[in-house]
Structure formats: C-alpha cells, structure tokens
C-alpha cells in the first residue's frame, strides 16, 4: 500500500498492516504494521499522535536503515546509519525523526516473549538500542522477506514469526556465524580446554590467557558467540554432569559436588536448585 498522507514519507514508499491470529498472539512473534519508507528532512513521528495510541503501535519498533540517517529520542537520544539496525519499545515515551534523506525498513513486532528478547538484546549490548550487525546477520534480507510477504498476501503466519525470530537472535547474539564455528576460532579452543578441565579450578583470566585476549574481550566474545558467559557455561555443564551421576550412580551428593567440581556441598546444592528448581535430592528421586 503507497503511502501519500505522512508528512515526510516520499509517495514511493509503501505500508502494509497485518492482524495477527489468537493463535499467533499466543504462540508467535507477529508484525501488526511493516513498512519501506523514503524520508526527506520533514518526517517527525512523535508519540502523542493519533497513530501512536493505536493498538498496532504499541508494541516493538525495529527498523534497519538503508540511507541517510534516522534519529530517535526514547530514554537516551541516538541515531542509526546506513546499515545499523534501531530498535525501540513503542509502550515507552519515543520519537522518530529525519533532517534529510534516509530510507528504512521497519516493522512494528510483538510475541510471547517478545519483551524478553527486547530485554536481553539491550543487556547484552550495555543498553544501547542502536547496533551494527554483522554483513552475514541476514536481517536486511528477512526484513524485505517479511515486506514482500504482506505485498503479495502468501505470507504465513509461521514464517513470518520465523524470520523475526531469526532477526532477533541475529542482535542477540551478533558473532554467532551461520554456520559452525571454524575449529582453529579462539572460542572452540576455549570451549574444547573447558570441556577437558571442566571439573578443575579454571578462571576466565586462564582461559582468556590461553587464546590471547583479555579477559574483558574474551567474556563479550564468548557470550556474544555462545549465548552464555564463560562462567555460566561452566556452571551450567557441571550441572548437567552432576545430574547424570545423580541418575546413574548412588554417590551422596557430597561427593557428586566435589567431582564436578564444587568445593562447598552447600554451594553445589544451591547452584544446582537455582538452575533446575530442584535440589540434588529431589532431582534424583524423580528421575528413578
């Protein structure tokens, strides 16, 4: 659908809406409204217009520039260039705006856990809501999929969440290749030295030292890589060893503790409850 009433919106620019199903509501990430807009200096989109308090707007805001600049003023003021990716929570006060020529995709998006992912992305990235993904991040490509998908009407609901999935996980984790990870990388080198001395006393300095990065340099890459961090990757696989010794052996859950590692029964079990929602005991008692 051309759009042909937004001040600073160019007439070649196009809007397309989408209703989502009870089913998609409940189980999908959806779009309510996409768009591949053409800017010039006058688009001013502020959050006490009519638009904004439709049901369709408020909700998630991505939007991946093409050209020019688009700038944002929510709880911090940025900007997003030529192939950076913005991404907004429209439930919050917010406002878009040009000064010159820009091009953008963008889509307003929710799902079950939509508000989840917004949070971790911005965590992950020091809160900051503009990024630059990597060239093999494919957001570009699902965002115009997403587009043509409403332009022609044959999108299904399912693919649609799909690839907005794949978007989101392309921001949360932006190192993370498309493919596996080379074999001489430094974080599956890290990864095979942890795996052989998962149940030794081994620091992020150690095993930062061991690829030659810094320890600061290392976590962000290993986290940015695996979705973990180094020490929740390790915690995590000690876990699933103890429960397989649970399962399997009849040691006490001392000597469990010190084998995978822990030098406290008492922090072992707190770890293990935390992670699982069960102690040792009653880990064990309903997998007999």
């Not at 080379?182 to 690829?211: C, G, K, M, N, P």
Request: a positive charge.
């Amino acid at each position: 659908m051309k759009v042909t009433n937004e001040p600073g919106v160019l007439s070649r620019s196009e809007r397309f809406f989408s209703t989502p199903s009870a089913t998609a509501r409940s189980l999908f990430f959806y779009v309510t409204r996409v768009g591949h807009y053409y800017y010039d200096g006058r688009y001013n989109f502020l959050d006490s217009c009519d638009v904004a308090k439709q049901e369709s707007h408020k909700n998630f805001f991505l939007a991946y520039v093409r050209a020019g600049t688009l700038y944002f003023q929510t709880a911090q003021t940025f900007s997003a260039e030529r192939g950076q990716v913005a991404l907004i929570d429209c439930h919050k006060p917010h406002r878009f705006y040009t000064t010159g020529a820009a091009e953008a995709m963008w889509m307003h998006f929710d799902g079950s856990n939509a508000a989840a992912f917004f949070q971790h992305i911005l965590a992950f990235r020091g809160g900051r809501q503009t990024f630059t993904p990597p060239p093999d991040s494919r957001i570009e490509q699902e965002m115009a999929q997403i587009i043509a998908g409403l332009r022609s009407t044959h999108s299904s609901e399912v693919d649609c969440s799909q690839r907005i999935y794949r978007i989101l996980c392309a921001l949360l984790f932006p190192h993370a290749p498309a493919h596996a990870v080379q074999a001489d990388s430094a974080i599956t080198r890290a990864v095979q030295y942890i795996d052989a001395h998962l149940f030794e006393a081994i620091s992020v300095r150690q095993i930062a030292s061991l690829v030659n990065l810094s320890p600061s340099h290392f976590s962000r890459l290993f986290r940015s890589t695996t979705g973990f961090s180094p020490h929740e990757y390790i915690m995590l696989h000690r876990i699933d060893e103890a429960k397989a010794l649970l399962q399997s052996t009849e040691l006490s859950v001392k000597e469990i503790a010190f084998r995978v590692g822990y030098h406290s029964e008492v922090n072992f079990i707190m770890a293990f409850t935390d992670k699982t929602g069960l102690s040792p005991t009653q880990f064990r008692k309903n997998t007999l």
